[in-house]
């Protein structure tokens, strides 16, 4: 079936450090993918979106990489700040009756001062 | 925040009492989600309106009943709710139900006694 999941529930960094949150997923026709980021007692907020004709894309301090070859995706943060620290999740825009968004279950990034 | 929001931002309730959680969208799109968010779970798709019509109904039981009046607004009527109810409920709203963007709202943090 469709997953999509997250390989490390925690990932805890130094400030200053880059960060690198991994997510796999499993439908080989998904075409867009995006991550999101969800702070404590708030909603999913859109961090960075990549279709699959591309294997990179680069916001402000923020890469997404894209391997379809392995069906793998990453977010990599650079120079890590306190205000980074939340929960991350990648999504896959999969094809059924109608276009969903499948998430995974989350990554925790915990930034240590 | 991002545009959607939901009202009540808590909710309280007994398994014989009769609610409704409210969202609204302020960005003109076409689609309106909801979504379930338990612990230690992905997020859960549980409805799609693409232009008021509910296109996707994820096999959610029918204590749950979404209506989406027009484009703007999307509600959830909740009826003899179950404990393992609780959870944070989501409203989200996208262009349209293609490979798009979906903007969160904050949520709705509902507990079942």
């Known amino acids: 079936g469709e997953s999509v999941g997250l390989h490390l529930p925690t990932l805890s960094v130094q400030e200053g450090d880059n960060s690198i949150i991994n997510c796999a997923y499993s439908?080989?026709?998904?075409?867009?993918f995006i991550w999101y980021k969800q702070e404590s007692g708030k909603g999913p907020q859109f961090i960075i979106d990549i279709r699959s004709n591309m294997d990179k894309r680069q916001g402000q301090r923020v890469t997404v990489l894209l391997n379809k070859t392995v069906k793998h995706l990453s977010l990599q943060i650079a120079a890590t700040q306190p205000g980074d620290s939340a929960v991350y999740f990648c999504a896959e825009n999969v094809k059924d009756s109608s276009y969903k968004l499948i998430f995974g279950s989350g990554t925790r990034l915990l930034v240590r001062p | 925040e991002t545009g959607v929001t939901q009202t009540p931002r808590h909710l309280v309730m007994g398994m014989t009492n009769k609610k409704s959680l409210k969202c609204e969208q302020h960005l003109g799109h076409n689609a309106m989600y909801w979504y379930k968010q338990s612990a230690k779970k992905p997020l859960e798709l549980m409805f799609v309106y693409s232009l008021e019509e509910r296109v996707e109904n994820n096999s959610v039981p029918s204590r749950f009943s979404p209506e989406c009046p027009n484009s703007s607004h999307l509600f959830l009527h909740l009826h003899t709710l179950q404990p393992e109810d609780s959870a944070l409920y989501l409203c989200?709203?996208?262009?349209?139900?293609?490979?798009?963007?979906?903007?969160f709202g904050p949520g709705t943090r509902l507990t079942v006694l």
């Open positions: 989200a709203s996208s262009q349209d139900t293609s490979r798009n963007e979906q903007f």
């Open positions: 439908n080989s026709a998904s075409d867009y």
